[in-house]
């Protein structure tokens, strides 16, 4: 393992497992295995329908899956990379890499080609698995510039003609060769599984990053492990419930949430697509769903519109439910919840959110967020119509949980208390550290980097600003790089500004703009569904890009941006706004795949309109 030196030492980390009965991820797959044999572990949509393999069936594949390496000849730390969606595949592949004393490091589907060639020559990865014809043209294109990779696993069919020096295999092929040669490494399989550490790496996770080249942070067995037991007492999910899965497995959140599922053996089921999670949802009726808050905000947006253009008496009656359950939430977490509101509740609950527990499959226990701040109005909402939403706040260096909201007492506008075994304090300038078992090993060779962000007392330094109030929930107030100043020397930070902007149902997208100018500016997306009756009563054209060029519909959503900008200081308030002529998306660079918006993109691609905003 010497190809992953770090000058951090992870003290916490040991400290921490010496009590754990399981200490490495392989270990915490075979528990299930045992204990939960034929409960579906893994499911997907095939012919229409969803289909599922049991614990012990993922089991033989793993162990398929490694003895093919090992046909290869990969060594203990060796890497092999990964570029795929949410699949079955996926999870094979993680798990039977690391029964082979490997190191998974998964790229994002939708990862540039400068971004795939980096990554691969980064990690030194000698075998791929690639999903997609897109992904293996892709590949052929680069090929000549890849220092390390043998091998590449196709889950599509392809040709093998084009790829000069790199093996080809089907999927099937590559499983079917590591079956037949199973006899013969089953016993060095069990010896590199048993010789696994608790800080040995498992993983390369490369920041997508909204600025600079990715780094590939080496997250422990150890780490995940942690991670998984200290959330557990906060998700009540019981043996073969069924997680919904849509976020991207390259990303730890969901990362970690697969692995929280194999704990408690339960089932994953994976959508086929972010655009299809509403139907998805209804036929997999899950328990737990984990997302960005762009869901959230689209099933809000959605919700109260609906209620704002129904007739006077239903309207009435919803916002008459939101606030009985907002009177509900309140006394519940207080203990002291009585008759008559228990029954007005019930009543809400009856008339007003069972229609939208059953638009979400009527089983939800959990729903989860992360990855980005959640508006408040939209926490609140979920809390008032019944649901247990928690927020949560972490990176993909800290694997990826720092906090939680707990679900007996969440505190919106917060993201929560520390969870089991993880510390947190606010340094001087603001910036939230944090020190525990969840901290990397560090970035792969980058041991700059690495000393940058762990200094010599294990405090990883997150880059966010925050602050902690006196029952120990943690608020998040920006990031310390994007805090834009402005050419009168004042800071500011975007991110309060954009949620505030944001609490509007006309509004879907926001980008506080401003560094180095003299005022406080806005990009702004209409929310199209929310603003088409607006549109229409006011003779505006429909048409995403004539709507952002028309002058009503500028000052209606200038006004709107304005009075959301009313509770900031004076030259933190935006003065003008530009309305974009399209969403801003992952395919056009502006959002990573977390829905996280890369500012630098976002003002190239739109200098024009920018330019104008502060030329006129």
């Known amino acids: 393992m010497d190809a992953f030196q770090s000058p951090y030492a992870p003290k916490p980390l040991e400290d921490w497992v010496r009590d754990q009965p399981i200490k490495t991820i392989p270990a915490l797959f075979e528990k299930s295995v045992q204990s939960y044999p034929k409960t579906n572990f893994l499911g997907r949509k095939v012919n229409g329908v969803y289909t599922y393999q049991t614990y012990q069936e993922v089991s033989q594949l793993v162990?398929?899956?490694?003895?093919?390496?090992?046909?290869?000849?990969?060594?203990?730390?060796?890497?092999?990379?990964?570029?795929?969606?949410?699949?079955?595949?996926?999870?094979?592949?993680?798990?039977?890499?690391?029964?082979?004393?490997?190191?998974?490091?998964?790229?994002?589907?939708?990862?540039s080609a400068q971004a795939f060639t980096y990554i691969l020559n980064d990690s030194r990865a000698r075998i791929l698995i690639a999903e997609n014809e897109g992904h293996l043209t892709m590949l052929g294109e680069v090929q000549g510039d890849l220092e390390h990779l043998e091998g590449v696993v196709a889950l599509c069919p392809t040709s093998k003609e084009g790829f000069d020096k790199i093996k080809v295999w089907q999927w099937e092929e590559f499983l079917q060769l590591g079956a037949d040669a199973l006899d013969?490494?089953?016993?060095?399989?069990?010896?590199?599984?048993?010789?696994?550490?608790?800080?040995?790496?498992?993983?390369?996770?490369?920041?997508s990053g909204t600025t600079g080249e990715p780094k590939g942070a080496m997250l422990m067995h150890g780490n995940f492990?942690?991670?998984?037991?200290?959330?557990?007492?906060h998700i009540d999910i019981a043996p073969g419930e069924v997680e919904l899965s849509f976020l991207p497995l390259s990303h730890v959140f969901e990362r970690t949430l697969y692995y929280l599922m194999v704990t408690i053996g339960g089932t994953i089921a994976y959508a086929e697509s972010f655009e299809t999670v509403r139907d998805n949802i209804l036929e997999v009726r899950p328990h737990?769903?984990?997302?960005?808050?762009?869901?959230?905000?689209?099933?809000?947006?959605?919700?109260?519109?609906?209620?704002?253009?129904?007739?006077?008496?239903?309207?009435?009656?919803?916002?008459?439910?939101?606030?009985?359950?907002?009177?509900?939430?309140?006394?519940?977490?207080?203990?002291?919840?009585?008759?008559?509101?228990?029954?007005?509740?019930?009543?809400?609950?009856?008339?007003?959110?069972?229609?939208?527990?059953?638009?979400?499959?009527?089983?939800?226990?959990?729903?989860?967020?992360?990855?980005?701040?959640?508006?408040?109005?939209v926490c609140e909402f979920f809390l008032n119509a019944g649901f247990v939403l928690?927020?949560?706040?972490?990176?993909?260096?800290?694997?990826?949980?720092?906090?939680?909201?707990?679900?007996?007492?969440?505190?919106?506008?917060?993201?929560?208390?520390?969870i089991k075994g993880v510390e947190v304090k606010i340094a001087e300038d603001g910036e939230i550290l944090?020190?525990?078992?969840?901290?990397?090993?560090?970035?792969?060779?980058?041991?700059?980097?690495?000393?940058?962000?762990?200094?010599?007392?294990?405090?990883?330094?997150?880059?966010?600003?925050?602050?902690?109030?006196?029952?120990?929930?943690?608020?998040?107030?920006?990031?310390?790089?994007?805090?834009i100043v402005l050419s009168n020397g004042k800071n500011v930070a975007p991110s309060p500004i954009e949620q505030s902007i944001k609490e509007s149902k006309y509004i879907e997208q926001c980008v506080v703009l401003?560094?180095?100018?003299?005022?406080?500016?806005?990009?702004?997306?209409?929310?199209?569904?929310?603003?088409?009756?607006?549109?229409?009563?006011?003779?505006?054209?429909?048409?995403?890009?004539?709507?952002?060029?028309?002058?009503?519909?500028?000052?209606?959503?200038?006004?709107?941006?304005?009075k959301a900008c009313q509770g900031f200081s004076p030259y933190e308030q935006v003065k003008k706004i530009a309305v974009l002529p399209r969403e801003l998306t992952q395919e056009h660079g502006e959002l990573t795949p977390t829905l996280k918006t890369k500012r630098r993109i976002v003002n190239e691609n739109f200098a024009d309109r920018i330019n104008a905003i502060y030329q006129n």
């Open 390 to 418: 928690i927020e949560g706040y972490g990176l993909t260096e800290t694997s990826p949980v720092i906090t939680m909201n707990p679900p007996e007492r969440p505190k919106i506008g917060t993201v929560g208390k520390t």
């Open 288 to 377: 737990l769903v984990a997302s960005v808050p762009r869901l959230y905000e689209k099933i809000y947006t959605a919700v109260t519109s609906k209620a704002q253009a129904g007739l006077n008496m239903k309207r009435r009656l919803f916002y008459w439910a939101l606030g009985v359950g907002k009177r509900h939430c309140h006394a519940k977490w207080n203990g002291s919840v009585g008759p008559i509101l228990a029954a007005q509740n019930a009543i809400a609950h009856k008339l007003v959110f069972s229609k939208i527990h059953d638009a979400t499959g009527g089983r939800v226990k959990v729903f989860a967020s992360g990855g980005a701040p959640l508006r408040a109005d």
């Open 63 to 111: 162990y398929n899956f490694a003895s093919a390496l090992l046909e290869q000849n990969l060594e203990v730390g060796d890497r092999v990379a990964q570029i795929s969606n949410n699949r079955p595949e996926w999870v094979i592949t993680d798990l039977g890499t690391m029964y082979a004393g490997a190191v998974h490091a998964p790229l994002y589907s939708t990862v």
């Open 184 to 207: 013969k490494h089953k016993e060095t399989i069990e010896s590199r599984k048993s010789d696994i550490k608790t800080t040995d790496v498992c993983s390369l996770i490369y920041t």
């Open 514 to 562: 401003g560094d180095q100018r003299n005022f406080i500016s806005a990009l702004v997306v209409p929310s199209y569904e929310a603003i088409a009756a607006w549109c229409d009563e006011n003779g505006v054209d429909k048409d995403p890009a004539k709507m952002a060029d028309d002058p009503k519909l500028v000052a209606f959503l200038t006004e709107l941006t304005v």
């Open 434 to 483: 944090t020190r525990g078992p969840h901290v990397m090993l560090g970035y792969f060779n980058k041991p700059d980097a690495t000393s940058e962000s762990i200094d010599s007392e294990g405090w990883f330094h997150t880059g966010d600003i925050g602050e902690i109030d006196s029952e120990g929930y943690l608020k998040i107030t920006d990031r310390k790089k994007e805090l």
């Open 225 to 233: 492990i942690s991670n998984s037991v200290c959330v557990r007492p």
